[in-house]
């Protein structure tokens, strides 16, 4: 799904930046493709641009970054991994479905530059059918991790949730951090 996020694949059309004034640097931003995938195997890139430091008014740090990606659902909340209704990757090293989270072996990376993939593999037949991958610059993370039952069979739209940052989103053809297979 080239132009899954309003745009191309790549260029500045994909750029998601979060508010940060006042009061809303606490409030999380989310995002959602408005095309969803049903077979064969999708990955989408999520690049970090910026951090954006905050403060408020009496000079307290303010919330920390953050960011999850993932897939959900189309009726799935903007909130990757609080409901049934998705699954995906936070950048503290956890997977997230339905607001349970499990460890994941390798550190997230969170620098500024850095390009997160999610794989998610529907081909049938193959060994990883039915699972999600992380990986960080290229890299593997963690060895696929199942998808719940609740979205097997399923279309899936790749989906992102962030506070307190600027991200490029990738659904091109072309990755900006190709992967080792």
């Known amino acids: 799904p080239v132009g899954a996020w309003g745009g191309g694949g790549g260029g500045s059309h994909n750029v998601l930046m979060s508010l940060s004034e006042g009061g809303i640097q606490h409030l999380l931003a989310g995002a959602r493709a408005n095309l969803g995938v049903s077979k064969g195997r999708y990955m989408f890139e999520v690049k970090i641009i910026e951090h954006v430091s905050t403060s408020d008014q009496k000079g307290s740090v303010g919330p920390k970054f953050a960011l999850s990606l993932g897939f959900g659902t189309a009726d799935s909340s903007l909130f990757v991994g609080d409901t049934e209704d998705s699954i995906g990757f936070d950048t503290t090293g956890f997977l997230v ?7 994941i072996p390798n550190r997230v990376a969170q620098a500024h530059g ?5 794989v998610l593999n529907l081909e049938a037949g193959h060994e990883n059918c039915n699972t999600v991958s992380l990986f960080s610059d290229g890299v593997r993370l963690c060895q696929p991790q199942a998808l719940p039952d609740a979205l097997k069979g ?3 739209f790749p989906m992102v949730t962030y506070r307190n940052a600027t991200i490029h989103v990738n659904c091109g053809p072309m990755p900006m951090a190709p992967l080792p297979f």
């Not at 850095?114 to 999610?118: E, G, I, N």
């Open 97 to 103: 479905h339905n607001k349970a989270r499990t460890r």
């Open 154 to 156: 399923k279309a899936l």
């Open 114 to 118: 850095s390009v997160l993939a999610v």
